[in-house]
């Protein structure tokens, strides 16, 4: 008999969860289904509780229910509370434990897929909102030079870098217009390409050979992309920090860990199909 998982959102027809799972299912022999759950606004727990009750053993949580999610949760892992929000449950017998795995996903795509060790690096982390709050604390533990989070409005930066301040690495907030020049690894973890938009930061924010991250993917990243690469960048979309996230999810599920490259190598290939 199958275990019932999900992924829980709204909108949430788009998402690429249940493929990715399947594949991990079947590369892993795990007896697993994963579906989509679409969640009325004002309806997320009720949402939750029913699908938990028909015997789901656990969920991914996408936009815009993360701190829901981290409400709900008895139990928070340190990286959910370091992020105050949850991005994976799990129905635990005696309460839900809430997880982030978006930190570790995002890491482990730089250093894993993309092969850029971050331990001394230069990183430029654009945004402060849920995405970001919800990576960061997993970027200061690969150990870069420093981190530097710049936002539209920098006391929501410097409430985020305040919140990690005791975990040893140096850290620094700015507007998006004093962000520091030459940095080896830019992250856009804001909205702007939701909208289109090339870039939230001017171009003298790259040093030579940089890896620029959306973490957008699919047509909506593609104006970021090409920023990127006009600009003698290593473009990167989100689509890899997807898969990477998945598979902590499945860890964290049921303690088994997926080999990410080649579903990726398939997703790649579906998502180029589909442009």
Known sequence: ?????AVVGN?????????????????????????????????FEATLRAFAAAGGKGCNVTVPFKFDAFALAAVRTERARLGGAVNTLRFDADGWTGDNTDGAGLVNDIQRNAGRTLAGLQVLLVGAGGAAAGVLGSLIAAAPA???????????AQALVAGHAHLGVPLHAATLADAPAEQDI??????????????????????????????????????FLDWAAAHG?????????????????????????????????TMRSELGEAL
């Open 1 to 5: 008999m199958s275990d019932s998982y």
């Open 146 to 156: 420093r981190i530097t989070v710049v936002n539209r409005t920098v006391d929501k």
């Open 186 to 223: 830019l992250i856009n973890a804001t909205s702007t390409s939701l909208a289109g938009a090339a870039s939230p930061v001017d171009a003298r924010v790259l040093a030579r050979g940089a890896l620029a991250l959306d973490m957008m993917y699919g047509p909506k990243a593609q104006g």
């Open 11 to 43: 909108p949430v027809e788009h998402s690429r969860s249940p493929a990715i799972h399947a594949m991990f299912a079947a590369q892993t022999g795990q007896q697993l289904t994963y579906e989509r759950l679409l969640a009325p606004l004002d309806g």
């Open 233 to 265: 960048a290593e473009p990167r979309d989100g689509l890899g920090m997807l898969v990477e996230q998945a598979a902590e999810a499945l860890f964290f599920w049921r303690g088994v860990r997926p080999e990410t490259a080649p579903v990726l190598k």
